[in-house]
């Protein structure tokens, strides 16, 4: 059984930054993709970024890009989410997610792990 544990969230004013945290253990680590994907109130979960296994290739919403950055960790089994410039409108619960494939999708689907998630509130 994977397990994997976010860390990070909390409050944060417009223009702020985060750095959210994914932990993971039960599966090789370093042979998979993992991604980033986010809820906020009332919406659909959606992508967010995703990195592949050896961190050499990335994927972006466009929502995000150019302000949030994933890497990972293969020697910690840690996958990170380092978010700059936050806006109101990244207020969600953010999600780490485990994928069987090497490289990341931004389908839900493609993922068959997940953690609890982790709240970030961005205030105005």
């Known amino acids: 059984q994977v397990q994997l544990v976010e860390s990070g969230g909390g409050l944060v004013q417009a223009g702020g930054s985060l750095r959210l945290s994914c932990a993971t253990s039960g599966r090789t680590f370093s042979t998979n993709a993992m991604g980033w994907f986010r809820q906020a109130p009332g919406k659909e979960r959606e992508f967010v970024a995703a990195?592949?296994?050896?961190?050499?290739?990335?994927d972006y919403a466009d929502s995000v890009k150019g302000r949030f950055t994933i890497s990972r960790d293969n020697a910690k089994n840690t996958v990170y989410l380092q978010m700059n410039s936050l806006k109101p409108e990244d207020t969600a619960v953010y999600y780490c997610?485990?994928?069987?494939?090497?490289?990341?999708?931004?389908?839900?689907?493609?993922?068959?792990?997940w953690g609890q998630g982790t709240q970030v509130t961005v205030s105005s």
């Open positions: 990195i592949s296994w050896s961190g050499s290739s990335t």
């Open positions: 997610a485990a994928s069987p494939r090497r490289y990341g999708r931004t389908a839900i689907n493609e993922y068959d792990f």
